[in-house]
Structure formats: structure tokens, C-alpha cells
């Protein structure tokens, strides 16, 4: 198992030539035979948890690698490397997402034919990591009970230009008298076909669905 950490100079040009970068590492995964996931959400969603209760699910049938993007602290790769799973951190300091070009710089060094499989938790943003794309497969955006019920109605690009929406934390739902349903009406009505699954990261009630529907 490893665990690395790359720390992330903004002040370098790893901006510019995004949707090029974003298509370098879309062959590269392909090429190496890689299903990756981008998973974004604000802070305490539960997105790492998320990752966590996945990679129990699947880590007896992938080898797979969590790239963990934060301002600072390898927290979260921490608790993913727990499982088993080898982790790369990024630190990106005041940057508020991940892009192409930083996911290049911290794969730059894996040998990826390792890997069947790769978890990139975002930033803790939900505005941010939406324009940038990072050559992924998937976009999941982690939404939760404990947010309120207007997130969507604030951040309707994200759910835009993901392909799933999860809503996490559904065992407090009913403590807190959260309306899962209103929630749900709000994301079909910035996106109509968009698929929506309601999970507990916790519990794992929903993890089996969501493991089925993105279709490992």
C-alpha cells in the first residue's frame, strides 16, 4: 500500500490548457484499462465516508487508488488508506478544486496498470469543480440531508455537468424532518434524465445500489 503526497505550487502555470490535459489523462486511463470517478461536494457531505463505504464494496475485486485534493492535511487519504486502498494526496492551498493539469503532476510517478480503478475526491466545493474537467469517466456530485434543503437551487451548474447526483446522510433525515422528495424535485428540475441515489455512507443503506448503477 502506498501513500503519497503531492504538494501543489498554484503559482505555476497549472491552469492554463485545461481540456487538453483533461484529454491527455482521458486516453491515458483509457489506455491503461482505469474507470475514474470524480466526486464532488462541499465540505461534510460526506464524501469521503462515501469513498470509504465504495471501496469496502470493491476492494476484493479492483485494485484501487484514491486521489485526495485539499487545501492541506492528508486526512482524508488517511482514512481511505485505512481500507487497504493506496492513496495519492494533492494539497492545492488556496485553490478551491482539482484540474487536469494537477491530476497529471500527481499521477505523473504511478504506475497505473496497477490500477483498475480511481476515486478523485474534489476539493470541498460545490461551485469550483464544476468548470474544471479532470478526463474522468464519471461525475458524481454528493449532496446531503444535513445541507439544507436549498444546495441545488444555489448550485444548479454542478448538477449540470455531472453525471449523478448522490444524496448522503439519509439515516438523519427523519431526525431532522428533511424532505428528501423537495430535494430530489429540485435536481430534476435543473436536470430532468440525471440519475439520483439516496445513500447513508454510514449505515450503507444504498451503497449496493450505487455500486450496480455505476456499473462496475
Known sequence: MTDRTIMIDIGKDLFGAN?????????????????????????????????EALCEKLRDKYRILMVAGDLATTIDADRVASHGVDTVQINTGTACHLDARMIQVALKDIELSQYQLIFIENVGNLICPAGYSLGVD????????????????????TIKR???????????????????????TDVREVDAKIPVYRVSSKTGEGIDTLVEALDF
Open 162 to 184: 455531472a453525471d449523478m447526483v448522490v444524496i448522503n446522510k439519509i439515516d438523519l433525515a427523519d431526525a431532522i424532518g428533511f424532505d428528501m422528495g423537495a430535494l430530489e
Open 19 to 51: 481540456e487538453e490535459a483533461a484529454a491527455h489523462n482521458a486516453e491515458l486511463f483509457r489506455q491503461s484499462g482505469i474507470r475514474a470517478i470524480d466526486i464532488m461536494g462541499s465540505v461534510g457531505t460526506g464524501k469521503t465516508q462515501l469513498i
Open 138 to 157: 464519471k461525475k458524481i456530485v454528493v449532496v446531503s440531508v444535513t445541507e439544507g434543503p436549498y444546495m441545488v437551487k444555489k448550485h444548479p451548474l
